[in-house]
């Protein structure tokens, strides 16, 4: 078991007892031809939110995955990359696991914590089997996102629990139609990208954010994140990295009280600020990239959980003219 899943359990036992825009292409390898479901360059996938849904193919090859995740909706979306136990499809998923995570959102804006803790128990045991595999961070209505990791054959589901008007995106409509979630198949193929290069190398660990390596540069960014540590909280949220424009003195404290899906307005859709994309919750001792356009001007890198000031997961950066 990976170190992330069991922190997951361990989470998931505590609650049951106490209650990226456009951005440059990938790498690519001399000797490979293009064989990717759905564009020419290696590695590359494109997928898109189209209300609140995602559009995608259903079977790539393995290796280092290039997301171009175009969010062509109204709303802010996410991208997160599960991969769920073998036994466990996505009727499955949708009722054993997102349903209870309405019912709870349910019972906290109705204040009643008993039936917040009555569902949180009706959570099944296979959650603290399920993979994170990082995906496209927060991204605003209409921009592009583009997020690289390394997939290794097997089936995996996108997911995006963003909120509208107090549903989350992942909560099935109703009449056994499927939330904002998406399965796919790597295949053992290798699509034969190779792994980008960075511009700026950041750490995650349970307390901070650090930057280790380059810097954020007005132009093209290619950002790699490395997950020092991996913890699972309270909210069964993880480390990951989000990235956000700063345009006045209040946004980094309304983009942290934001980022707690709990609350009634949090993580819900439109955000109080700008997000450009970043890399969502991956295990211990692995890394990803992210690749985003930036002008000058002010950012802020957070990770979306609760009180991300408090915990120290936030990082301002200032981007300098050229
Ligand atoms: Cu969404």
């Given at each position: ?6 922190l ?9 007892s ?14 490979s ?5 759905s564009?020419g360059?290696p ?6 939110a189209?209300?609140?849904?995602f ?10 995955t290039?997301f ?8 802010v ?7 769920p ?11 054993q ?31 603290g089997?399920?993979?994170?595999h990082g ?8 921009l592009?996102?583009?997020?690289t ?8 589901v996108?997911e995006?629990?963003?909120k509208?008007?107090g549903?989350?995106h992942?909560t ?10 998406l ?18 190398r950041f750490?995650?660990?349970?307390s901070?954010?650090?930057l280790?390596?380059?810097a954020l ?14 913890q699972?909280?309270p ?9 956000l424009?700063?345009s ?9 009280e ?11 859709s439109p955000s109080?600020?700008r997000f ?6 991956m ?23 609760p009180?991300?000031l408090?915990?120290?997961?936030v990082?301002?950066?200032s981007v300098?003219?050229?």
């Open positions: 078991m990976l170190p992330g899943r069991r997951l359990l361990i989470s998931v036992l505590v609650l049951l106490a209650c990226g825009r456009e951005t440059v292409p990938p790498q690519v390898a001399a000797d031809s293009p064989q990717s479901a564009s360059a590695g590359l996938v494109t997928i898109r189209v209300g609140m849904s559009q995608g193919p259903e079977t790539i090859p393995a290796g280092w290039t171009r995740f175009e969010n062509t909706s109204a709303m979306h996410f991208a997160m990359i599960d991969r136990p073998a036994q466990v499809d996505l009727q499955t998923f949708d009722e696991l997102m349903a209870p995570f309405q019912l709870a959102m349910d019972a906290m804006n109705a204040n009643d914590e008993a039936a917040v803790n009555a569902a949180y128990a009706t959570f099944p045991a296979w959650v089997d399920l993979e994170r995906g496209p961070g927060l991204l605003s209505a209409g592009v996102g583009q997020t990791v390394f997939l290794a054959p097997g089936r995996y996108l995006c629990y963003v509208t008007d549903v989350f992942t099935s409509p109703g009449n056994g139609q499927l939330g904002m979630v399965e796919f198949t790597v295949t053992s193929e290798d699509n034969g990208a190779l792994e980008p290069r960075a511009n700026a750490t995650l660990s349970n901070g954010i650090t280790e390596e380059g540069r007005a132009g093209s960014n290619t950002i790699r994140v490395d997950f020092a540590e991996q699972a909280l909210s069964f949220v993880g480390n990951d990295i989000h990235l424009q700063l006045g003195p209040r946004d980094l404290q309304a983009a942290a934001w980022m707690d899906w709990r609350t009634p307005d949090g993580l819900q109080p600020v450009l994309g970043g890399i969502q919750d295990a211990a001792g692995r890394h990803g990239y992210f690749s985003v356009d930036l002008e000058p001007g002010d950012y802020a890198l957070m990770a979306e959980v009180e991300p408090g915990m120290g997961l990082l301002p950066v300098s003219g050229p």
